[in-house]
């Protein structure tokens, strides 16, 4: 049984935003312009960042700082996906909209058992 959720998503492939964020963009961006010094002292500072937070047990920070990649949609819910490619990303984002698509029948189900 395919989920409508997932099928609404299929048609709308394009819409969804998939992009490398944290660790994932930093080494990106170094990888793509090695000879830059701009792109050493990024590296630099991140790795530096990460270390004064881990000093400081910041986990939430550090954990999020290895995403990898996000996936968005611009209209469907207020969560994003992600994982460390872009297809778990977007099936990240795919789990959570079916989850909240889920959350809302039941809302609707609960609301009409209320009602006399």
């Known amino acids: 049984m395919t ?3 997932l099928e609404r998503l299929k048609g709308e492939g394009s819409v969804i935003d998939i992009y490398a ?6 080494l990106s961006f170094f990888v793509h312009s090695i000879d830059r010094p ?12 990460m270390l004064d937070r881990a000093r400081r047990r910041e986990w939430r920070a550090l954990r999020s700082y290895f995403n990898g990649y996000l996936a968005e949609h611009p209209t469907l819910g207020s ?12 099936r990240d984002l795919a789990r959570h909209l079916i989850l909240e698509e889920r959350l809302k029948e039941v ?4 609301d009409g058992l209320k009602k006399p």
């Open 38 to 49: 701009a792109a050493r002292r990024k590296l630099r500072y991140a790795a530096k960042g």
């Open 107 to 110: 809302t609707r189900l609960i």
């Open 21 to 26: 964020v944290g660790a994932l963009s930093d």
């Open 79 to 90: 969560r994003a996906g992600h994982g460390w490619t872009r297809g778990r990303a977007a």
């Open 3 to 5: 989920d409508p959720v």
